[in-house]
């Protein structure tokens, strides 16, 4: 019994130092694991950190200058814009920039006066469902704050003087799946993708066939789109399939046109393609392809806005979403299938992609041709 322990321990010390001695398998072991909780521990946050939102105040009296002061006296809020007319809030809505739009009545202090319960008009940007909500409900604490001192001052346990009335554009329900789904569109086009065009070359290498493809009459420029195009065809059949479910299934309507997403989606595999063909370049084998991919697309995931936003991110790593393909490959389709812009509106999107693109797709060659000498 002693004897077989101790031929374990040395199996096990040998595994071990087999582990350790390897300068790249301890990088390995320990960078990863510290990256990744770093960015989930900053991006993986459903706090909000600020609000910003505008107010359209027709009553403009005293009453509505105390509650608006309740309001900026939260940290959380910012006010952006002090609205005129009810034309001006669809446009801050729909460009992001602002969560909410407060709607104040011009009955307000007559009503309060006599009173009378006062709708409070809410507007939220409901794209993504879960900020708006806690948006919503911070406010609505803000709003029972200033009854509950109405109620003191006027020496009455009467109903609230105060009542908010929501509305949430893009998503009525407040439904997460409203959220979520859509962005699986370009999300898990991007997993299939970046994952095939890793392995394709890796795989060559390792099977022994890459030079049996090199003697071929194609040449390494044909090789490399010929190696770019599978991913990408299988990319947007990929995407095609989530749509469907999210038509078929989740019932979840689409209010934008099927071919100005596609268009993003191809701008968006593209740019994907060159990232995972760099990776393959580089990669001997198809477990450090499988690796680097996945080394990869974990940061991808979590700083793209699929799950948390990115404006609750500190502001240094939300520079760091600018060279992240998926960020703008889930912004374009989400706006694309709840809002129904058009390409006038999302040229913020499609530009750094096809920059993107057009930086991958020559470093992958160029390491190709220097992996070829």
Sequence with gaps: MLAALRRIAALVRKELLAVLNDR???????????????IFGYAATFDLSHVPYAVLDASRSRASAELLAHIDGAALFRRVANLDAVPQIAPLVERGEVLLVLHIPQRLEAGLAAGET?????????????????????????????NAEQRARAGSSAAPPLRIESRAWFNPQLQTR?????ALIAGLSML??????????????????????????????EIMVGKALPPMLIGLVQATLVLIVARA??????????????????CFTLAGVGLGLAISALAATMQQAMFAAFVVLMPMMLLSGLATPVANMPAWLQLGTYANPLRFGIDYVRRVYLEGVG??????????????AALTLPLAAWLFRNRLV
């Design 24 to 38: 790249a398998t301890r990088i390995v072991l320990v960078m990863p694991a510290i990256m990744q909780t770093l």
């Design 118 to 146: 006062v709708p409070l008009q809410l507007i939220l940007d409901a794209r993504n469902s879960t900020t708006a909500g806690t948006a919503a409900a911070y406010l609505g604490t803000i709003v029972e704050r200033f």
């Design 178 to 182: 409203w959220n979520f789904v859509p």
């Design 192 to 221: 299939q993708t970046l994952m095939l065009t890793a392995l394709s070359v890796a795989r060559e290498r390792e099977q022994g066939t890459f030079d049996q493809l090199l003697v071929t009459p194609l040449s390494p420029a």
């Design 343 to 356: 390409l006038a509106t999302l040229w913020p999107d499609l530009v750094p992609l096809l920059l993107m």
């Design 249 to 266: 299934w989740f019932q979840i309507p689409m209010a934008g046109g099927l071919g100005t997403l596609y268009l993003g989606l191809l």
